[in-house]
């Protein structure tokens, strides 16, 4: 089996500071994800990388940076915090090609 | 693209009682999760479904792909059992994102 965390796990920042949230894998997956979960509500992607170095689009994808500096690794950068913007930020990962099943990691409350 | 409904919103029940779960996608997938979400949790996979019946421990998956819907059987609720549902599928416009329900969220009470 393998695991993913989430660094940090509480981030508190002031309106129009960059925010950076790390994320690490061990289940040697290819494919990350970062998503935003607002409360109550369902989960919209931001970025995902299908492999190190790659970097593609979500839905939410405006505000956001990311990289994948290695392949167990992804980061998000929240570019701009706004005033009392509270959410949740999940990262996840996948095979690459066959199999989507998706593990989650525990999150980074924002 | 992709639109993944997820019936009913909100779920109450008593100890002991079934609970049904369903999902309904517009197009034709060929892989399908079920996640669960307990209150402040991260997102946990119950089931890989992409077609056809599924069984672990009191959890049961349908999915009948040509009707374009699945659903989730949850036998003798306990109220652990809180929290909330998600299914998702593959993204029409690349099959290695996927897409979210807006989740049931399902109540047991004692």
């Known amino acids: 089996g393998g695991i993913i965390t989430q660094t940090p796990k509480f981030l508190i920042g002031q309106e129009g500071q960059k925010l950076t949230l790390k994320c690490q894998q061990n289940?040697?997956?290819?494919?990350m994800y970062w998503y935003r979960q607002d409360s109550g509500k369902g989960l919209r992607l931001i970025y995902y990388s299908i492999t190190e170095n790659d970097l593609q689009k979500g839905d939410l994808s405006e505000g956001y940076d990311a990289s994948r500096e290695k392949k167990s690794s992804f980061s998000l950068t929240v570019t701009s915090a706004q005033k009392n913007e509270m959410a949740v930020f999940l990262c996840a990962s996948s095979i690459w090609g066959g199999s989507y099943e998706q593990y989650f990691g525990p999150g980074t409350r924002l | 693209g992709q639109q993944v409904q997820q019936s009913p919103a909100s779920l109450v029940l008593q100890e002991g009682e079934n609970a049904e779960l369903q999902c309904n996608f517009s197009s034709t997938a060929t892989q399908l999760q079920w996640f669960y979400q307990r209150p402040g949790g991260s997102l946990v996979s119950l089931l890989y479904n992409p077609s056809g019946t599924k069984h672990t421990g009191r959890l049961t998956s349908t999915t009948v792909t040509k009707e374009r819907r699945s659903s989730l059987h949850i036998s003798s609720s306990q109220i652990t059992d809180s929290g909330t549902y998600f299914c998702?599928?593959?993204?029409?416009?690349?099959?290695?994102?996927?897409?979210f329900g807006k989740g049931t969220q399902l109540i047991i009470q004692p």
């Open positions: 289940f040697n997956h290819d494919t």
């Open positions: 998702a599928m593959p993204h029409t416009g690349g099959a290695d994102r996927l897409t």
